[in-house]
């Protein structure tokens, strides 16, 4: 496998973050076979439909279809129901979010530039895909097929999490007694970003528009719930 190329979260385009033009931009491949390019149009304009707003309960098979250019039948043709439909996209989306995530690390393990080129990549996500990131965060807990994938990407992510603060810290504590401090501090981050991205809480409007500041404060009460003291 190539190991993915680190890059700096401002380097990567508003463009590239968006999943749904991801997935628009590879339907246009035509590499791909037509009913791989098909499938796709039809999960673009899912998600779309999810980034305007629709909740789940409103998604029409009629409007998904109408809006890819495509029949209504042909839905049925890749996806059972809605339902189906819905957690075969989010479980790509979460593949997607901690691709690019993995990509935008930068500096040394455990460092504060480490944690900050993550959690600024990972905020400017959220935002693009609040829509989704709705769906992710409340899909994770309905028992859908995708769920135990999803729980095996955080595994893994938090694992290598725990295993960064152990190697910084250098105290003799393992990765595994660090495991649920790593669960924690990315709650935190997941509660923070929700309120402001799709709790649309008041207090913190200020800061939506505005993700460096949202990563600095993130990224010091990271390093500080990890390290007790700024990492550098």
């Known amino acids: 496998m190539i190991k993915p190329i680190p890059m700096s979260p401002a380097a990567v385009s508003d463009q590239d973050l968006d999943f749904a033009a991801t997935l628009l931009a590879r339907a246009d491949d035509l590499s791909l076979r037509k009913v791989e390019r098909t499938e796709l149009r039809l999960l673009a304009s899912l998600a779309r439909e999810l980034l305007a707003g629709v909740e789940r309960a409103g998604l029409k098979v009629a409007e998904i ?12 043709r890749y996806f059972t129901d809605i339902e ?94 660090l495991l649920p401090a790593a669960y924690v501090l990315g709650g935190m981050i997941d509660d923070f970003l929700r309120q402001i991205y799709l709790r649309h809480d008041p207090t913190l409007a200020h800061l939506a ?4 500041k949202i990563a600095d404060l993130l990224t010091d009460l990271w390093c500080f719930g990890a390290y007790g003291k700024p990492s550098e």
Not at 65 to 76: E, I, P, Q, S, V
Not at 134 to 144: F, I, K, M, V, Y
């Open 65 to 76: 279809t109408r809006k890819a250019g495509l029949a209504h039948g042909t839905f049925y």
């Open 84 to 177: 189906a439909a819905t957690a075969r996209l989010i479980e790509d989306f979460s593949a997607f979010v901690h691709e690019k995530i993995a990509r935008a690390r930068r500096g040394e393990t455990g460092s504060r530039e480490r944690v900050r080129s993550a959690t600024l990549l990972y905020a400017r996500l959220f935002r693009r895909n609040a829509g989704l990131m709705r769906c992710l965060l409340g899909l994770s807990n309905d028992g859908l097929s995708f769920t135990s994938s999803y729980q095996r990407l955080n595994r893994d992510w938090y694992g290598r999490v725990a295993t960064a603060i152990a190697r910084q810290r250098d105290d003799g504590t393992s990765p595994q007694d």
């Open 209 to 212: 528009d505005d993700e460096e």
